[in-house]
């Protein structure tokens, strides 16, 4: 060959390669205002990575780890969260050699890093030096240096500290190229304590301010002429506390205080991200990672973030899942809700935190059911998660974490066996990035069943202070309507109320107690329009302050329910009532609405028995084009809501499938997945002609299938 001709064919190579890099690293869709960056490139699907904790290994081991951890398939990992006493072993001076050579050595094995504030753990200097910083429990008892989240995220002390480290950080590796993006804090929740410090008593103080002005407001919202509690004035007001009492404190206060706390972590986090922002390049990313179902916190208020992130942990001793061998997986909705609580809060979402195997903090700490890990990294993938972290990559062999499973065994080079999960999945994925199409819709059938929940904090808090009975649980009650369509195989988002709620022809409002008539207006211009609406017990018997409403019990809700006139009973432990539908009875006993339907409604269930036996319990209307369904019962096994919500599946003509318990069906990305939570063997009804990518149509416990 001449040499022109060698060096044409050259550049026609090259420039080949050069478009081919362009393309696949090209974002496939415009990034919005809102997301300067796409948190992946879409054809990555997912991406795999694990925890790295440079500070707590001796430096000779770091690149043997980082090689290991890359050459294993990880393609990120996270570092810095609790080295804080590392990065600054005295006040203002400053060390951050050490993380610069971690992030050198990730970059020289192609792990992207994924970088976190420390303020979780401020080092004990800082403790020392001013203990006003330190929250406090109900006790009065000031939470000492000595394990992680004892500052106040109210200290005005602390966040001076805060944004200097943070600000330092910022500044140094703010426009690092592989610095992919930042985490803030860790689980900012003072792991469920409230902080009962003068630092919080300040601030809640202000906050109430803030939000009514007067205290003549104050009093009246808080229905303070009961029992004499009128303040008169501001300076008066402390924490609502149950230990300081003889009684019961008020329940408008302690709705408040929860609201103030939710706010208190948020805002500290979004302050973080603006301190950041300042200095990083606007390709990094900002996210803090957030316990899936812990109460104090709400996800929803972080939606300033470019994406919050969730942690998740499975098997600890206390979901006992399906069948034999569920407590070695843990229960199918753990997963599945925190996927769909997260994802539509910003549109896109990733998991920080995932079990890898066996932990030590549990009530019972069992070995996982092998293939476990594996398929909670595909539920995490059937979420639509961008990407998922495993926690962590060594084994700890000193410290608080000791017998918590890592990717690799106490001997540091030795893989786990839940690790080779990872790795698998590691390998897998590049098989799916080559399979995706990233033009696929939706099937028309399954968009046709898509569901919203509708989430209310306020409504958790509220029934989590005044449940009424020992058993009711208003998360547990969302968990059995999304484990009832997860048996469906119905698209579940989980909303609150800034959604529209049009594109979803199912909407069920949990249990939704506190609420306003305008609510209540858009439900029924929701259900004129078409959509089917789903109400269950305790809907609408408060208004946003909680209280109750001058008018008859749970008034607001009785033109969609088709009633004039409800109460509600709650049974004892071991009592049970019966509920009669067509055929089946069904046995209740943590919540009942009794309701009395007006001419033209649908009773779908009645009472069988107790005093108000020939009662409705199940309503049905048809307003405009649509239907609202009242479900007011809670039953323990979920029969009653299952087979009511079938029927309302009916009327939206949308087929849906009927899957055994712990089976779940999604559909990401252009693949269908199916996994096993249950102790037997399962078949799934995948059409005769589909292509299985992964896996097989029988599964195993714990088994994963995938395909087109
Ligand atoms: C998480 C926490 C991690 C680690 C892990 C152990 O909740 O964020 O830092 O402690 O638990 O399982």
Redesign the pocket.
């Known amino acids: 060959m001449k040499k022109v001709e060698k060096y044409g064919c050259y550049l026609l190579v090259l420039s080949v390669c050069t478009l081919f890099i362009q393309w696949t690293n090209k974002p496939l869709e415009p990034a919005s205002e809102k997301y300067p960056v796409k948190i992946i490139n879409e054809r990555n699907l997912m991406e795999v990575g694990s925890y790295y904790y440079p500070e707590q290994w001796p430096e000779s081991e770091w690149e043997r780890d980082i090689k290991n951890m890359s050459e294993l398939g990880f393609e990120f990992t996270h570092y810095g969260?609790?080295a804080w006493s590392t990065m600054e072993p005295e006040e203002g001076t400053y060390q951050f050699e050490w993380l610069d050579k971690a992030i050198a050595l990730a970059e020289k094995y192609n792990l992207k890093v994924i970088l976190c504030t420390p303020t979780p753990t401020p080092p004990a200097w800082l403790s020392y030096k001013h203990p006003e910083i330190l929250i406090k429990n109900a006790e009065g008892r000031t939470i000492q240096h000595g394990a992680r989240q004892q500052a106040s995220w109210n200290s005005e002390v602390y966040r001076q500290y805060v944004e200097k480290i943070v600000t330092e950080m910022a500044k140094r590796y703010g426009n690092h190229q592989n610095v992919w993006g930042w985490q803030i804090d860790?689980?900012p929740s003072h792991y469920d304590s409230f902080d009962y410090s003068d630092n919080a008593l300040i601030a809640f103080r202000q906050w109430l301010k803030n939000k009514y002005k007067t205290i003549e407001e104050l009093n009246r919202v808080w229905g303070n002429a009961f029992w004499s509690q009128d303040y008169n004035h501001f300076d008066q007001i402390l924490i609502p506390n149950a230990k300081e009492l003889v009684q019961q404190p008020n329940p408008h206060a302690i709705l408040d205080f929860k609201r103030f706390t939710g706010d208190a972590v948020a805002e500290f986090v979004v302050w973080q991200q603006e301190l950041l922002k300042k200095h990083i390049s606007p390709e990094q990313w900002v996210t803090t990672?957030l316990?899936a179902d812990h109460s104090i916190v709400d996800p929803l208020r972080f939606k300033e973030l470019d994406f919050v992130t969730y942690?998740k942990?499975l098997v600890y001793g206390s979901d006992m899942g399906y069948g034999d061998q569920g407590f070695r997986m843990g229960g199918s909705t753990a997963l599945g809700l925190a996927n769909d609580l997260f994802r539509p809060i910003t549109g896109q979402t990733g998991v920080m935190?995932l079990?890898p195997g066996q932990?030590?903090?549990g009530t019972y700490n069992p070995q996982t059911l092998p293939g476990a890990v594996r398929m909670w990294i595909y539920h995490v993938f059937a979420g639509g998660n961008k990407f998922v972290c495993n926690?962590?990559f060594r084994q700890p062999l000193s410290g608080?974490?000791q017998y918590?499973y890592g990717i690799m065994q106490t001997d540091g080079v030795s893989v786990s066996t839940s690790g080779k999960e990872y790795v698998q999945v590691a390998q897998e994925m590049k098989k799916l990035r080559k399979e995706y199409n990233p033009q696929a819709d939706m099937p028309v059938q399954h968009a046709a069943r898509k569901t919203a929940i509708l989430y209310s904090v306020d409504t958790r808090w509220e029934t989590e202070n005044q449940p009424q009975s020992r058993d009711w649980n208003y998360f547990s009650h969302i968990h059995k309507y999304r484990k009832i369509l997860q048996s469906y195989a119905v698209p579940v988002d989980v909303i609150d109320e800034t959604h529209d709620f049009s594109g979803y022809p199912v909407l069920i409002a949990p249990a939704y107690q506190l609420l306003d008539k305008e609510l209540i207006g858009r439900w029924k211009r929701y259900v004129e329009q078409g959509g089917h609406l789903v109400l269950t017990c305790r809907t609408g018997q408060k208004d946003r302050n909680a209280h109750l409403w001058n008018e008859k019990f749970a008034a607001p809700v009785y033109e969609l329910a088709g009633v004039n006139e409800l109460f509600f009973d709650v049974l004892p432990a071991g009592k049970y009532g019966v509920i009669s539908s067509d055929k089946s009875n069904y046995a209740w006993h943590t919540w009942a609405d009794i309701m009395t339907p007006v001419d033209g409604t649908d009773v779908w269930a009645v009472y069988s028995n107790q005093f108000y036996a020939g009662k409705a319990a199940v309503t049905h209307t048809r307003i405009g084009k649509g239907t609202v369904t009242y479900i007011g019962a809670d039953t323990e096994d979920g029969k009653l809501e299952s087979d009511m919500l079938r029927k309302v599946y009916a009327q939206a003509k949308a087929d849906i499938e009927d899957l055994p318990e712990g089976v779940i069906m999604e559909w990401q990305h252009g693949f269908w997945i199916g996994l096993n939570y249950s102790s037997e063997e399962q078949t799934l009804p995948i059409p005769a002609n589909a292509r299985i990518i992964i896996g097989d149509r029988t599964l195993q416990p714990a088994g994963v299938v995938v395909w087109k």
Do not use: D, L
């Open positions: 969260e609790f860790n689980e990672n316990m942690t942990y935190e079990q932990v030590n903090w926690y962590r608080g974490e918590h």
